[in-house]
């Protein structure tokens, strides 16, 4: 017991070494959680998928710093995942789930028009529509436009018109 309390310290007042061993232990508990979380997790980078990531960062760094007991706080950060993997199972076997949790799609511009409904509900500009075409298509116009759509995760995914279309 004596060389546990050495290696990783009690309470607040650690040093270099205990602050260390803490961080490798921590380090490899996150990558199994992750790998209980599924890859989603960090796969599709949408808010739902965010927030494991933040709370798991905020949850055991307490661990490491030692401002909070070191198994309570391992215990709450696999709550948080099993709860994760739990809301992921459950959105893949109800749409209406996972449209509350994970969001819909957005079509923000097509055929040469702009929908004001969708943008507003979505809180994008003309102006992020038209930098994405840039980034994308390399276009500084909407000629080549078929459509522009807000996905799941934030970004902007831009349809090409095919050829011969005008």
Known sequence: ???????????RNL???QMGMRSLVVFL???????ISGRRSFG?????????????????????VGASPFVPTVVASLVIVVLHRALAWACVHSRALERMVVGIE???????????????????????IYESVRQSLGARDLARVE????????????IRKREGES
């Open 106 to 128: 957005r079509e923000v511009f097509h055929h040469g028009c702009f929908d004001e409904k969708q943008m507003g509900a979505a809180l994008i500009t003309e102006t992020d």
């Open 15 to 17: 040093d270099a070494l």
């Open 29 to 35: 508990l996150a990558l199994v959680l992750v790998r």
């Open 44 to 64: 599709q980078r949408s808010p739902f998928d965010y927030v494991v990531g933040f709370l798991l960062g905020a949850i055991l760094s307490r661990a490491v």
């Open 147 to 158: 459509a522009a759509i807000l996905e799941r995760n934030g970004q902007l995914s831009v």
């Open 1 to 11: 017991m004596n060389t546990l309390v050495a290696l990783f310290g009690e309470g």
